[in-house]
Every structure is written in C-alpha cells, then in structure tokens.
Nanobody, 125 residues
Framework: QVQLVESGGGSVQAGGSLRLSCAAS????????MAWFRQAPGKEREGVAA????????YYADSVKGRFTISEDNAKNTMYLQMNSLKPEDTAMYYC??????????????????WGQGTQVTVSS
C-alpha cells in the first residue's frame, strides 16, 4: 500500500522558516518524480516544487524561487521542502505527490498517482 506522509507544517511569522518532510513507502521510490503542491482556501492547487529522484533535477514555481529548496534522501525514501523567508501568501495546505500519471508541460502542472494527506502552513504578518 502506497503511503505519503507529510510533516513539518505549522504557524510562523513572516520571514520565518519551516521544513516539510514527505516519507514515502509502498512503491519504487528511486527514479520517479515527486513534487510539493499547495492549495489555499478558494484558490486552485499550485505546483510549488518538484524533483526527479534519479538525477535530482529540480523545478520551482516562480513564486518560491530563491526562497524554497526541494531535496530528497534516497536512503530514507523521504522528500523535503525547506521554506525560508516565508510570506503570508505562502499560507496553504501543502501536499506531497509522487509518480507522474499525466504529463502536462512540467512536473509542476502534471498529475500524480499518489498524494499525501497534507500539512498546514500558516504565515502571519
């Protein structure tokens, strides 16, 4: 059974940092695409960052470039999202996703087979 378990969300003030983790199990972790998405109330889901666990090639949304860093640890089957210089507009539920199901232009706009339950990030001004 595939499981993606996110952790690390919380409440911080603007300018602060958080590190999200996504522990994966139940599928072949290596050489697969993984990504972080977020969704704020009343807004569409947005791809934030993606990584290919083979080459570790990364992709970022323009809104988070220079502030967020995606990484992964093959030995732990875990993906991370280091979020620095957080802004109130980063407030959202953050989800991890794995294994592309439908390629649409970029890993940030594609669909994935597996999704985590989400972790809330709240940034206050």
């Amino acid at each position: 059974q595939v499981q993606l378990v996110e952790s690390g969300g919380g409440s911080v003030q603007a300018g602060g940092s958080l590190r999200l983790s996504c522990a994966a199990s139940g599928y072949t972790y290596s050489n697969n695409n993984m990504a972080w998405f977020r969704q704020a109330p009343g807004k569409e889901r947005e791809g934030v960052a993606a990584i290919y666990t083979g080459s570790r090639r990364t992709y970022y949304a323009d809104s988070v470039k220079g502030r967020f860093t995606i990484s992964e640890d093959n030995a732990k089957n875990t993906m991370y999202l280091q979020m620095n210089s957080l802004k109130p507009e980063d407030t959202a539920m953050y989800y991890c996703a794995a294994v592309l199901s439908l390629w649409v232009g970029s890993p940030l706009t594609s669909d994935y087979n597996y999704w985590g339950q989400g972790t809330q990030v709240t940034v206050s001004s």
